[in-house]
């Protein structure tokens, strides 16, 4: 067997030149000894070879993960059933790789022959902070799983080859060759490409010599990354018909309808279990995981679980079925010699299936797990008839989050004299008998500060499709006197797929409205469950913590997403806004509305009720339901605005942060008015949920027409004053049209100016750019060829008046990898050499020596230079523009994700 990846390097070495090949070359391919001399090569390859005595000899083991691929939040009612998502190949496990210069490099250009010693990636001056840097002759290759759609690339032959060698790309999908490329040498410029590896399992990236030899063939596949896809069921299906939207195993890829063999693609063999055999199933090695969209269409899962018999009677594990993060069933270890283990789980209304398989104790060795006739009913013609005499028990949440089997609840004050809030400290679980025979529940047991309200009489039997309501009542008072509670409702039937059932149940409670004893945000999640990773905040943070102690400065903690501006994740479908929580002034209300990018016009979404402003799941003004609501804005950009508050934060007053300090320590120089925050929504298990975000709210100055009819003391930052749970959006790109107003492109774009005014003190304005006294240049808007976005282009800016002529932007953004599109046009010059600079990004020279019109051709006419892969990794994207010849100038800024 072949195992863990340990880097072989195939060296041919006499006695005589021993000493020359057990050290590095002192030369680089831009030396001027050529280290190619003689044929020389480091040919590379991965996986080694095997260990046959014993392949998991030293702990071994051979990581895989499968690309990612999007699907739909497990916590709204509204489900999507298909997503897409781009993984990175550098961040993926190839299952074979060769080299002919060293390893095959991940996020750095080939380098030389030892690991790791790359460099940037670097093609004609553009860099990329993700890729590969390989070396002709090679290949890589990937599992993909049938499940992807397109692979993406920009190649060329890297920089640091100062402009030698040539190569030919290729791309093949299952053996058969999808794309070849012209001969490309180190002069040639970026060459992106698109193919459609639609239906491929096997993903294979070779790079030949031009037909010169190897010589100098440094070759990058910059920003590689394939996009995926899956759907859920509708009917009756084998997991194995289905694609997984993730997986990860620990020998290897997950294999279809075969074990799991060794460590390559395919190369399992038939499913045999103490000499069984199946056709379909999955073959895995633990640790693995395998995650479904279900998209709640499905009520069983049925396997036949084992030790597959090609590790000849070997291995221990532990099989576990999970949904929506609840664990559904743990088996007992089983041995290469226990016999095939049938199992049958109700996953009614689930929309996450995790299959996991961990090792029993023992390590890994030879737990080479499967997963025989694994399949999920589903669909308009499920549930089957389960097997005469089944009875089977579902629970359902009518307040719809935060999971089937997790209710919230809050309270205020004394259970004999509470206040005259309004708050949410009775839910009501619903349980149900989907199966063919009478369901008889035996017995309820409340744990922590709840009480049945009333407890229903038991024994009771349920006939199929019967439903029994079990109301509860949150208890916590002065007696307990703490803020955060966790309890359980179990449930005892005679389902005997699950005869006891749990639901979590979860509470807040405070000893009165307001006056600084309110749960904070942290607490708030904690008790959905939907985790936000903030540094520095625990669920045991006092309710007087500052989530920002910057003070409305836009300067993302942990992994919140600055985006002022949103789009739909799916344009076909409606975005949903549900309220989570309310802790502001008791009585008032609080409007929720979007608006379209550009305009002052806001569209209600709902307004909750002021009597519940203290509670969590507060309801729509007026009614008893909860507070909720959907728009659809199609494929248009938009924003939020609560109450006086929008997720714009320059249309926000911002003297109250900065009489705060919002501007002092390590966001000083970054703007202010950040008071809606957004953090990607993590279930219970800490699993990102695609395209669900919490959005956190907290109360300004935005009611006050003046600075003098703000008190500061009352902006306090918590960040709960609303939270807010919104599904099917991703963040918007940030479009800035340097020295022009915000104006609307021809294809509906929206590009804001690159300065504003405090909407409430016109005496103030920020600018993204320094220094801060450069002239707005350009003027009425020109014909400006290769482009129909003339407005864009008539304006610029860059002239600072005097030495040195320096112009820096400064854009506040999350941490992460960013795409960038700088838009040039020269509107003075229409020869060459009159005007010259550098661009640099993030302290990096990226475009040296630009001259506009050179490179756009003449003046009037537009540039645009693109940029993959920026890494942002102090909250702030610089971006530098320093002239040699005249000034610099630049028109338009696009950052996008």
């Known amino acids: 067997m072949l195992f863990k990846r340990r ?60 690309p990612r691929v999007n699907t739909s939040s497990s916590v709204v009612r509204a489900q999507q059933t298909t997503g897409s998502t781009d993984s990175f190949l550098s961040d993926l496990g190839w299952t074979a790789a060769t080299n002919a210069w060293g390893p095959v490099e991940k996020d750095k250009s080939n380098g030389e022959w030892q690991e790791s010693d790359g460099r940037v990636i670097s093609i004609r001056g553009q860099t990329f902070a993700k890729g590969l840097g390989t070396h002709a002759n090679s290949s890589v290759t990937y599992n993909v799983s049938g499940q992807c759609t397109a692979f993406t690339a920009t190649l060329g032959v890297d920089d640091e080859v100062s402009g030698r060698g040539k ?88 294999e279809k309808d075969k074990s799991n063999g060794e460590q390559a693609t395919g190369d399992g063999r038939a499913i045999s279990i103490r000499g069984q055999t199946f056709t379909k199933g999955l073959g895995t090695h633990a640790n693995s995981s395998v995650t479904y969209n279900l998209a709640g269409r499905c009520t069983t899962f049925t396997a036949t679980l084992g030790l597959d018999d090609e590790v000849s009677g070997r291995g221990k594990v532990v099989y576990q079925v999970f949904g929506d993060g609840v664990k559904l069933y743990e088996s007992a270890a089983l041995t290469g010699a226990s016999a095939p283990l049938p199992i049958t789980v109700n996953v009614t209304g689930k929309n996450e299936l995790k299959l996991v398989v961990t090792d029993g104790g023992d390590g890994i060795d030879y737990d080479h797990a499967d997963w025989a006739n694994a399949k999920v009913l589903c669909g308009s013609t499920t549930p089957p008839p389960p097997p005469p005499g089944t009875p089977a028990l579902s629970i359902e949440n009518p307040d719809v989050v935060p999971f089937n ?44 500060t709840w009480a049945f309200d009333p407890r229903p009489t038991l024994p009771i039997s349920l006939a199929p499709g019967a439903t029994l309501n079990v109301p509860l009542r949150f208890t916590a008072d002065f007696a307990t006197n703490t803020y955060r509670h966790s309890g359980t409702l179990t449930i005892t039937s005679n389902d005997a797929a699950a005869p006891t059932r749990t639901v979590q149940l979860e509470g807040v409670w405070q000893s009165q409205s307001e006056n600084g004893v309110e749960p904070t945000a ?76 550009g305009s002052a016009t806001t569209n209600s979404i709902f307004t909750s009720d002021g009597r519940d402003a203290q509670s969590l799941l507060p309801n729509l003004v007026n009614t008893s339901s909860s507070a909720a609501g959907t728009f659809a804005p199609g494929s248009g950009t938009f924003g939020f605005k609560v109450d006086d508050e929008w997720s714009d934060p320059t249309r926000n007053a911002q003297y109250a942060d900065i009489a705060n300090g919002c501007n002092n320590g390590a966001t000083s120089g970054y703007p202010c008015g950040h008071h809606l925050r957004f953090w990607p929504a993590r279930d219970r298990t800490g699993t990102a949920i695609p395209n669900t975000y919490l959005l956190l709210m907290d109360y300004n100055c935005g009611y006050a027409s003046s600075p003098s009819g703000c008190n500061t003391y009352n902006v306090n930052y918590d960040y709960q004053d ?113 005007r010259v600079f550098d661009v640099a990004v993030n ?20 540039l645009v230079k693109a940029l993959n892969g920026v890494q942002v990794t102090n909250n702030l994207l610089t971006i530098r523009l320093s002239a040699t010849v005249d000034y610099p100038s630049i028109s338009g800024i696009e950052i996008s994700r």
């Open 7 to 66: 880097p072989v390097l195939l060296l041919s070495c006499s006695l005589a030149v021993l000493s020359a090949c057990s050290s590095p070359p002192t030369s680089t391919p831009s030396g001027g000894v050529n280290p190619y001399a003689g044929g020389q090569s480091h040919p590379w390859s991965d996986p080694a070879a095997p260990n046959a005595a014993d392949p998991y000899a030293n702990g071994r083991s051979y990581p895989w993960a499968s």
């Open 167 to 254: 190569v030919v790309y290729q791309v093949f999908g299952d053996g058969v060759k999808l794309y070849e490329s012209a001969a490309l040498t180190g002069t040639s410029a970026p060459l992106p490409i698109t193919v459609n590896i639609t239906g491929k399992n096997e993903l294979k990236l070779v790079v030949t010599d031009g037909g010169d030899g190897i010589d100098y063939d440094h070759a990058d596949w910059a920003a590689a990354k394939v996009t995926c896809t899956a759907s859920a069921p509708t009917s009756d299906s084998f997991v194995s018909d289905l694609g997984w939207t993730a997986a990860t195993n620990a020998w290897g890829p997950v």
């Open 405 to 448: 089997d997790r209710f919230v609840f809050s309270r205020i004050g004394s259970l004999t004299s509470p206040p005259s809030n309004r708050v949410h400290d009775r839910a009501t679980v619903v349980l149900r008998n989907t199966g063919n025979a009478s369901l008889n529940i035996t017995d309820l047991t409340l744990t922590d």
């Open 522 to 597: 942290i607490q708030i999640m904690g008790a959905f469950g939907l985790n936000a990773t903030i540094p520095g905040y625990t669920l045991n943070s006092p309710p007087s913590s500052f989530i920002n102690a910057n003070r409305g400065a836009v300067y993302a903690q942990g992994d919140e997403v600055i985006s002022p501006y949103w789009q739909a994740a799916d344009a076909s479908q409606p975005v949903t806004v549900r309220q989570l929580a309310a802790f502001h002034t008791y009585l008032n209300t609080t409007a929720v509305s979007w608006y379209a990018k």
């Open 722 to 834: 609303n939270i807010f749970l919104v599904s099917n959006v991703k963040p918007a790109p940030f479009l800035y049209n340097v020295g022009g107003p915000t104006f609307t492109d021809p294809s509906g774009n929206v590009w804001l100016a690159d300065r504003y005014q405090d909407p409430k003190n016109t005496s103030f304005t920020y600018t993204y750019y320094s220094p801060s006294n450069l002239i707005d240049e350009g003027g009425p808007t020109q014909a400006i060829a290769n482009t129909t976005n003339d407005v864009l282009y008539s304006s610029y800016r860059g002239n600072t008046g005097t030495a040195p002529r320096v112009v820096t932007f400064n854009f506040p953004l999350s941490n992460g990898t960013y795409n960038l599109k700088l838009h040039f046009a020269d509107l003075a010059h229409t020869t060459a050499g009159n």
């Open 843 to 862: 302290g990096t020279v990226v475009f040296p020596n630009l001259d506009i019109v050179a490179q756009a051709g003449g003046g009037k006419t537009a």
